[in-house]
């Protein structure tokens, strides 16, 4: 049973339980864009993150990844081990969409020979810039064994829910992965969701994630209900 909010972020609110190594993750329908700039609400898109994410921890825990995914609460709350976040975010980039082909001589669509691994420092102060493992480790966000853990952790995340999403219609140009600390482990933490992924259609190349509200290219609940119809169908039937 939740107890006192603990923090409120842009998408979800975290939640004390009475179990002190326990939190409860409520997805919001609330949607931001451009570091909180754009802002607005989507009917049920908490329902269908909170839904997706306990899919994919679930299969990605049969494949041997730990994650900080107990169960669920209620459609949109999940519970979850307290974890100590580690302050790096992790993008691994499978075809160039978004920040990568801003800042960089790469075109749109550009399928990489190999994953490239992006981190960025979890920081809305300073806006989440890049780093690489020296600033990191100067910084004391993480050690030198860690990031190397991060780093193999991330890249087998990437290969297995590639093969995942593309069995059910989808391609995954990119991701964004958080992890944390717990009882001297680092697992998987935050969501996957179409909040944190880039989700296209294999056959049309259709985006069916957040970039339909940040770039005013559709209905963002249609679409975050399309991908659910195909990952978590069970929640559809009676």
């Known amino acids: 049973m939740k107890t006192e909010e603990l923090y409120s972020g842009k998408a979800k609110t975290i939640y004390k339980t009475e179990n002190p190594n326990e939190l409860i993750s409520e997805f919001r329908d609330s ?3 451009f570091d909180g700039k754009k802002k607005s609400e989507a009917t049920n898109k908490g ?3 909170a839904q997706i994410s306990k899919k994919i921890f679930e299969m990605l825990e049969e494949e041997g990844i730990k994650t900080h995914y107990l169960g669920m609460v209620s459609g949109n709350e999940m519970l979850v081990k307290k974890v100590d976040i580690i302050l790096i975010e992790v993008i ?6 978004g ?3 801003r800042k960089y001589p790469v075109e749109e669509g550009t399928v990489f020979n190999e994953p490239v691994l992006v981190f960025d420092y979890k920081s809305d102060e300073f806006g989440d810039p890049m780093i690489n493992d020296d600033i990191a480790v100067a910084m004391g ?3 030198r064994e860690e990031i190397d853990f991060i780093r193999s952790m991330a890249l087998k995340i990437n290969d297995i829910l590639k093969g995942y999403l593309e069995s059910n219609g989808f391609l995954l140009p990119d991701f964004k992965l958080e992890f944390g600390r717990v009882d001297g482990e680092i ?6 969701s179409c909040d944190t992924c880039r989700f296209w ?3 049309t190349g259709e985006s069916m994630d957040k970039d339909l509200f940040r770039f005013d290219k559709g209905d963002l609940s249609k679409a975050y209900e399309k991908v659910a119809r195909r990952l978590v169908p069970e929640i559809f039937e009676e």
């Open 31 to 33: 949607l931001t864009a």
């Open 47 to 49: 329902y269908y993150n």
């Open 92 to 97: 691994p980039r499978n075809i160039a969409a």
């Open 99 to 101: 920040s990568i082909t």
């Open 141 to 143: 966000i993480a050690t």
């Open 187 to 192: 697992v998987l933490a935050d969501e996957i």
């Open 201 to 203: 259609d294999v056959e």
